[in-house]
């Protein structure tokens, strides 16, 4: 048989923002993450549910930084791209990207299956900030988007079952310390992209899973799974069990029929096959199933209310339709996380194809089964599990040529360790500066203070680092990266004190004097963490050495947190005195401006601070679910919230 599938380079152009410098600051706290549920509703789940919703929360972003350094100013940039074909499907995959699909097109019809967006703009949804709408993504690490959305993978040309090649993608996902890897073929004169998904726990120790694949496709859709029920949430934090299609006396599964935006997640019984497809009026459309071993399935939709017809328009260009989103995950919510084993592992397969089914416009069980027995006629579920089967031997199969290159994380860890993880290569060689003073404490014991004045690196958290450091002999530097550590492990005290002993000896006192405001914060000792707020950016603004892009980062970001306490502590006069001292092109950005009115309000200039709204601004960085605009609105004297602020995704609150 002659294989025809192909992988090959291919840079797209596209109108983009770019994702500027992550922020400098450790995240000794996480972002605000909209999933989560009230207590009040956990009583009534079902116990296994209950027990991994309540299993190993993510409670902190360490060691990841938050990527914030972004904005909407879009210009046409070269994005690279690995394009997967044969001659039934082209699919076309960023690896600098999180691995995105961008794009998955049907040759014999000639439609685009997913929902393929035209622009690439950020903006806040990942657990760690930068996320960007549009073809199936692959979430790891803790309930959101992951933090991987907008990184490189490392990718490669690897065997195929068929005897063809396959697209391998891998990395280190470092929330969870996890090792996994993405591979997608398409076998000779398939409709259907194969993707098989391992993930691995090399540690001696159980740890917490997370898997959600995301795929967006039009939202003039039907969305179909086997289910009589589902779990419904909402952004006001409520889960509730609700029977699908219809639900409140609205049908569910047509994604504009909502208002607000919300997930529903499909009770899928046992035994059942796990699928699901979005069909248009025709019986047309996208359908994902997968092995048993990917339990969960999900629609998401931004609603048809002002709130999510905004975030719709601020994450594509004027003139694109909008998108829902069909979902598989490990867990049936992705509130859960799933237990993983010491030195075990979980692979599954997952399949993206064309359907043409009956239209789905009649009684959902009859849509349903047309649907299923559409997908079982031209892809048995006994295929599906065949060709797992096939795949697994060859998920160790080593990679051959490489396309691209992703963090030296994981190569640093299996320095440290020693693992052997057939088929995804961490090799020495892809270490870089920023792994450069954590291989010398491995090597030496000691931690390198810096041969010139620049904000700190990156901390490692895992408790081998932190140990690493307990021992190395004390350094400003040293102490500062231990209290990060002790304060991700939550030893709070500890975390005090090894950042007070730093004070002593660093010639660099702003990075300790935050952390010590943040702790302060947290401890509700709002008026000290004030103090060391403004210290600390005195100190900063005395010791930057340029305008380069890490200074300027780090300005912006201390300098945002310092008006902030400063505005919670009651002193607006300080507060307009670091604000003073940013960079007038800080000081433009959206988040900024919206800084700039609360500042002019406290000042009590009222009709200055709403005029900044007449003027118009655009918070890039505005998070999934905030409600500062419409809380600052409200204190200006309230009214209608101009629609180009209205982000609000939940009902009113009474």
Not at 14 to 26: S, T
Not at 301 to 320: I, K, Y
Not at 515 to 523: G, P
């Amino acid at each position: 048989m002659v294989v025809v599938t192909t992988i090959r380079r291919e840079a797209l152009t596209l109108p983009a923002a770019p994702l500027g410098p992550d922020n400098p600051l450790p995240a000794l706290r996480p972002l605000d993450e909209a999933h989560r549920i009230e207590d009040r509703d956990r009583a009534g789940l079902p116990q296994d549910m209950a027990r991994q919703i309540g299993w190993a929360p993510l409670r902190s972003l360490l060691p990841e930084r938050v990527r914030d350094g972004y904005g909407r100013a879009r210009e046409p940039r070269r994005i690279d791209a690995l394009v997967l074909e044969n001659d039934r499907l082209r699919a076309t995959v960023l690896p600098g990207l999180g691995g995105r699909v961008a794009s998955l097109f049907h040759k014999p019809t000639g439609r685009e299956l997913l929902y393929r967006n035209p622009v690439f703009q950020p903006a806040n949804f990942a657990l760690n900030g930068a996320w960007f709408s549009g073809g199936i993504e692959w979430n790891i690490g803790a309930t959101g988007h992951t933090a991987l959305s907008c990184a490189p993978l490392h990718a490669a040309v690897a065997p195929a079952p068929d005897g063809g090649a396959m697209l391998r993608l891998w990395e280190w996902e470092r929330l969870r310390d996890l090792p996994f890897q993405v591979d997608l073929w398409l076998p000779d004169g398939s409709d259907f992209l194969h993707v098989g998904v391992r993930i691995r726990n090399p540690h001696d120790r159980p740890v917490a899973a997370y898997w959600w694949s995301n795929a967006a496709v039009p939202e003039e859709r039907r969305v179909l799974a086997p289910a009589q029920e589902a779990w419904h949430f909402g952004y006001e934090r409520r889960l509730r069990r609700v029977a699908v299609p219809v639900s409140g006396g609205t049908d569910r599964t047509r994604p504009l029929n909502s208002v607000y935006p919300a997930d529903c997640f499909y009770d899928v019984p046992d035994g059942r096959r796990r699928w699901i497809a979005a069909l248009d009026e025709h019986g047309d459309g996208l359908v994902q199933t997968s092995t048993d071993a990917l339990r969960g399935r999900k629609l998401f939709v931004w609603g048809s209310g002002p709130g999510g017809r905004r975030w719709q328009r601020w994450l594509t260009e004027p003139g694109t339709g909008g998108y829902c989103e069909i979902q598989a995950g490990l867990a049936r919510t992705q509130m859960e996380h799933v237990r993983m084993e010491a030195g075990s592992e979980v692979s599954w397969l997952e399949s993206y194809g064309p359907l043409n089914a009956p239209p789905p416009t009649g009684e959902w069980d009859a849509a349903v089964a047309g649907a299923e027995a559409r997908l079982e006629a031209v892809l048995p579920r006994a295929e599906v599990a065949a060709a797992h089967a096939a795949w697994k031997p060859y998920a160790d199969a080593e990679p051959g040529e490489a396309l691209a290159t992703g963090s030296g994380w994981g190569a640093l860890e299996v320095l440290r360790a020693g693992w052997k993880l057939p088929g995804t290569p961490f090799p020495e060689s892809g270490l870089g500066e920023e792994q450069a003073p954590w291989r010398e404490l491995l090597r030496s014991g000691a931690f390198p203070e810096p041969r010139r004045v620049r904000p700190p690196g990156p901390t490692l958290v895992a408790p081998h680092w932190r140990d690493m450091l307990e021992t190395a002999p004390t350094a400003p530097l040293t102490e500062y990266h231990l209290g990060v550590a002790q304060w991700h492990a939550g030893d709070r005290a500890q975390a005090v004190r090894s950042w007070e002993r730093a004070l002593e000896l660093a010639p660099s006192l702003w990075p300790l004097l935050r952390c010590l405001a943040v702790a302060d914060q947290e401890a509700g000792h709002g008026e000290r963490a004030a103090d060391r707020y403004a210290e600390a950016f005195d100190d900063l603004c005395r010791e930057r050495r340029d305008d380069g892009e890490q200074w300027t980062a780090a300005t912006a970001a201390l300098g945002r947190e310092a008006v902030e306490a400063l505005l919670r502590a009651g002193r607006p006069e300080q507060a307009r005195a670091v604000w003073d001292r940013l960079r007038p092109a800080t000081r433009a950005r959206g988040r900024f401006r919206l800084l700039q009115a609360e500042l002019l309000l406290a000042e009590g200039r009222r009709e200055e601070a709403r005029a900044l709204f007449d003027e118009g601004f655009e918070v890039a960085d505005l998070r999934e679910g905030e409600e500062r605009i419409g809380r600052l609105w409200d204190r200006l004297g309230g009214g209608d919230l101009p629609a180009r602020h209205d982000f609000r995704m939940r009902p009113p609150t009474p």
